[in-house]
């Protein structure tokens, strides 16, 4: 992927020359070793950035390991809101082990915060570079044990407040958030970060362009990650049933769970309206989120790619037998385990008809952080509406990471548990659990506990008629597949419609989910300055709404744009609408870094030149 | 509900034929049919309410008998080894409910073994049966995890694979109510059944239920024969409902217990070997190894232990089922929302 250093000054301060200045747009890579604490370091720079009011955002790339490896902290401040990935121009390198390829990694012109006791083999004059003496500072502010190598971390912190003009009362803030307000540790802390401040101050000259300055761009904005936001959304929704097995990165998504409804559902004697529980598997996982949605509890579970494929199974008796359940997949890169720490866009085909022989299932697909605590709320009211598992693809980069969004909207419908007979209801309309009485295809159910004996009914997911009895009869397989076909087209009405975005007289429109958007709708605003326009279609859910078949027709040519090898949204919208397979194209690249806008840009030059060059 | 009729009818106001279900389409002389006909005749003796009961299993022969009994009772035919998640999910979602588990040995010893043992350590509120015949009955005649050592039999072969021992198996996990008994022998089927529908955590019953069309050879110890002439009961069981007095017989070989249950109602003991106490969990053990080492059939209650809190205790749920909680308990107040986003600003 390639950098545009137009935005980066080169080497300031040369003589004769004024220096050139850059204000609140900065990409900033901070380079250090897993499992130092330099999480708190990141987040506390982060959280100062945004506590000025500039747009930031950070992403950790990080290994599958706890202690050791190397990981990159990428933050992102943009006077103009963008927040898609972009290569970094400032680098703190603090890490022996990859230090020299980080060096080497800087465009022209770039900055380099380097841990001064680190001896790095690479060399190069054309960066402004600051070596600062991590040890010598340690040792001054008596730093000792342990809390050493943590302690480290704050060096930068101290050095690049200075360096962009960061107050320190801001970072102590930040800090503070940080911790939950245990000033102990943020004392600790600042100490090392403010004598790293006043080294610089009176030891650094400042050399490259790079300043932050206050904005009001994030005032009544939040910052969370979509894993918080998810699981707030799902405590909103009224779940009440979570199991769950540990997978990166889900994880996070039920630690969220736990202390929400511990703090917002849990009586001051300990009752609780809800039950988390570890099971030994995710196959296991799935199979009490069902037998609760039999029962009648909302009931979710959050897992990732290798979890899924054990829900296989499940999923298709969830489906045939019509039981509402919600799987949150937080997406990390396939095949087979794949790059466990890393994002990806891969489950989107495999989710959507999970299970064996005809299969088809509801996939949410969230972009943001408001989008994760909608769908959390709103996935549980559609599962229970369309009586089937629901699936929420979120992906690591969303889950994760910690997003700006707008504060949530408290949801505006009340909770929607469908169509659920009680004991008088059975009474007077009778029951029998797959008979379509709406002709819309979804069937009422009653649940155990209702004490009409004519509610009761047996669950299967083999062949059974209108009544649930099991059947072998071809005609009740067909009326009864048939019949899920027909709830199939309800539901594409239930779920969220795609937000579409035209440009006038566009001939090219692209289509994407989740967490490609912001590398897409910058690349957009890039191209519109150089005069060229595209139009998107970013898709919320499946089944596919008409507005997709609208948006293809409507353009001569689509792109879909997807983090995955295998163009898996191409094939399926090439596969559902057919008659308009020959307009659709596609970019699918996936190496487990989030999309930047000028890889997007570059990948759609040839398509967005190609209709130019035909309309001409 | 009609009133006029004249057959028995029980406290529940119902007669044993409402607690039956749709006609077996299982081996005649299958003795799954058999458990569940003792199945419908302890509810009927009980006056249990339908409505209060949810069966459940996996796939097999024996999962599919559940249809064949409590007609009026929800049911879910679920995976082929996966019951135990399912019944564990809907406890979870309606702990005030009683399940009645009905799993093969194929189910639970070989691809269920996994979630079998961890519901076991949950103890959630199941009476979970496992009609043990040997072999896997629904595929035709494989051997199962349980099938004997050395045994022999026309489809399979030669099995040379030591048996898991079910029993055995729920004591390590955790299990505070373990019993084996014999299709054969309906009394004690129903002393047990009535005794586990008693016990508020899970209650596991391990019967052998012979394979007629696969492993009812009169040499196989999974034969109807051999339960026959070699079972061997530790205790002659008697349940006695909450409010009815204990009548003390005399002549008893090895004197008489009686065990507390949790819902009031006690299982007396008259105990054939004298000195085997079923509440040491070392002797429970230390038996059932004896017995395989020997080639005995005991049956009977193999252990107890009631201290172990429920699933729904541990977990503090509240006394009504998460199913039913109004939505202003699933719910919170604008209020808390902003209480959480204030963290985040
Ligand atoms: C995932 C899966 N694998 C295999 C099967 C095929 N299968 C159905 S029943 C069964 C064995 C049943 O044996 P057991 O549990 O002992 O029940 P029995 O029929 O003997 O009562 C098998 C292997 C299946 N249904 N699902
Ligand atoms: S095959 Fe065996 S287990 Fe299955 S119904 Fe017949 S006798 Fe019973
Ligand atoms: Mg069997």
Redesign the pocket.
């Known amino acids: 992927m390639m950098t545009r250093p137009s935005r980066t000054a080169s080497a300031a301060g040369e003589s004769g020359k004024e220096p050139i200045i850059v204000v609140n747009d900065l990409a900033l890579v901070v380079a250090t070793v897993n499992g130092t604490g330099s999480q708190t370091a990141n987040t506390a720079l982060l959280r100062s950035f945004f506590s000025m009011g500039i747009p930031v955002h950070g992403k950790n790339i990080f290994p599958s390991n706890i202690q050791g490896l190397p990981t990159w902290f990428h933050i992102r401040v943009d006077k103009d809101g963008y927040i898609a990935r972009r290569d970094p121009t400032m680098l703190v390198a603090y890490n022996a082990q990859t230090i020299d390829a980080d060096l080497r990694a800087l465009p022209k012109g770039g900055v380099a915060v380097v841990n001064g006791d680190l001896a790095p083999s690479v060399q190069r004059d054309d960066l402004i570079t600051y070596e600062v003496p991590v040890k010598e500072l340690l040792r001054a502010t008596d730093q000792k044990g342990k809390l050493r190598d943590y302690a480290a971390n704050m060096t930068y912190v101290g050095v690049l407040a200075h360096l962009l003009d960061v107050p320190l009362a801001v970072v102590e803030e930040a800090l503070a958030v940080h911790f939950g307000r245990r000033q102990k540790l943020v004392d600790l802390n600042m100490v090392v970060i403010r004598a790293s401040h006043e080294w610089a101050v009176a030891e650094l000259e400042k050399r490259d362009p790079y300043r932050v300055e206050p904005m009001d761009a994030t005032d009544g904005l939040i910052l969370m990650t979509g894993n918080e936001a998810g699981a707030l959304g799902s405590v909103f929704g009224g779940v009440t049933v979570a199991p769950w097995y540990p997978i990166t990165p889900s994880t996070s998504f039920i630690d969220a769970l736990r202390e929400y409804l511990r703090e917002l559902r849990q009586k001051e004697d300990g009752e609780r309206s809800y039950t988390v529980v570890q099971s030994e598997d995710e196959l296991s996982a799935i199979g009490m989120v069902l037998g609760a949605g039999f029962a009648g509890a909302r009931a979710l579970t959050a897992t990732s790619g290798p979890g899924l494929s054990l829900m296989t199974?499940f999923a298709g008796l969830g489906y045939f037998a019509e039981i509402p359940g919600v799987i949150w997949d937080v997406q990390r890169v396939g095949p087979s385990t794949g790059l466990p720490t890393r994002t990806s866009q891969g489950d989107l085909a495999f989710a959507y008809t999970l299970g064996h022989g005809d299969t088809k299932h509801i996939v949410l697909l969230p972009s943001s952080i408001e989008e994760c605590f909608e769908f959390g709320w709103r996935s549980l009211d559609l599962a229970d509406q369309a009586q089937t598992p629901v699936f929420v693809l979120s992906d690591l980069d969303l889950g994760m990471n910690t997003w700006m969004g707008r504060s949530f909207t408290y949801p505006d419908a009340p909770m929607e548990r469908g169509k659920v007979m009680n004991e008088e209801e059975v009474a007077e309309h009778g029951f029998g659990r797959y008979v379509d009485r709406d002709g819309d295809g979804i069937t009422y159910r009653t649940l155990p506990g209702n004490p009409n004996p004519a509610s009761a009914y047996f669950t299967r997911g083999t062949g059974h008629n209108a009544n649930a009895v099991y059947s072998e009869r071809a005609e009740d397989w067909l009326e009864n597949t048939e019949r899920l076909s027909r709830k199939f087209d309800t539901i594409r009405e239930l779920v969220p419609a795609s937000e579409v975005d035209v440009a006038p007289g566009a001939t090219v429109g692209v289509i994407a989910f989740g967490t490609t958007r912001y590398a897409i709708e910058e690349a957009r605003d890039r191209l519109a300055k150089r005069g060229i326009h595209f139009s998107t279609l970013r898709l919320k859910a499946l089944p596919l709404r008409p507005d997709v078949r609208s948006f293809v027709e409507a353009h001569d040519r689509v792109v879909v744009v997807e983090m995955n090898r295998d163009a898996q949204l191409a094939g399926i919208l090439r596969a559902e609408l057919p008659d308009l397979a020959p307009r659709i194209d596609s970019v699918a690249y996936l190496d487990g870094m989030p999309f930047t806008a000028p890889f997007v840009e570059e990948r759609l030059t040839p398509f967005l030149m190609r209709v130019a060059a035909e309309v001409a | 509900m009609d009133r006029t009729r004249t057959v028995a009818s029980n406290a529940a106001g119902l007669t044993k034929a409402e607690y039956g279900g749709t006609p077996s389409t299982l081996c005649v002389g299958c003795g799954?049919n058999s458990i569940a006909n003792q199945i419908i005749q302890v509810a009927f003796e009980l006056s249990l309410k339908p409505h209060e009961i949810v069966k459940l299993s996996?796939?097999?022969?024996?999962?599919k008998s559940p249809a064949y009994f409590l007609g009026m009772s929800h049911g879910f035919n679920a995976?082929?080894?996966r019951m135990p998640a399912v019944g564990s999910g809907a406890l979870m979602g309606n702990h005030t409910l009683r399940a009645i588990g009905v799993?093969?040995?194929?189910?639970?010893g070989s691809?269920g073994m996994g979630q079998f043992k961890h519901m076991l350590r949950r103890n959630v509120r199941m009476v979970y049966l496992v009609?043990n015949?040997g072999?896997?009955?629904?595929?035709k005649g494989?051997f199962?995890a349980t099938a004997d050592e050395g045994l022999d039999l026309k489809y399979a072969g030669h099995n040379d694979l030591p048996a898991i021992d079910l029993c055995l198996e729920a004591i390590a996990a955790g299990c505070g109510f373990v019993a084996r008994s014999f299709a054969g022998d309906a009394k004690q089927v129903r002393e047990l059944l009535k005794a586990a529908l008693s016990h508020r955590g899970t209650a596991f019953l391990d019967i052998i239920s012979p394979?007629v069309a696969f492993n009812n050879d009169d040499l196989s110890p999974k034969s109807y024969a051999y339960g026959r002439d070699r079972k061997s009961p530790l205790q002659e069981l008697g349940w006695i409902p909450k409010a009815e007095e204990i009548v003390l017989e005399q002549g008893d070989p090895g004197g008489l217990s009686v065990v507390e249950l949790h819902d009031g109602s006690r299982l007396k003991l008259r105990r054939v070997e004298a000195d085997f106490d079923p509440t040491d969990r070392n002797a429970s053990v230390q038996r059932l190894m004896v017995a395989a080492q020997k080639q005995e059939f005991i049956t009977g209650l193999i252990h107890y232990d009631p201290s172990r809190p429920s699933f729904a205790e541990a977990a503090r749920l509240p006394e009504a089922p998460l199913a039913a909680l109004p939505d202003d308990r699933l719910r919170p107040p604008p209020e808390a929302l902003e209480g959480v986003l204030q963290r985040y600003r």
């Open positions: 199974e | 799954h996996g796939i097999g022969c024996s999962s995976l082929h080894g799993s093969g040995d194929g189910d639970t691809i009609e015949n072999v896997y009955g629904l595929t494989q199962s394979c």
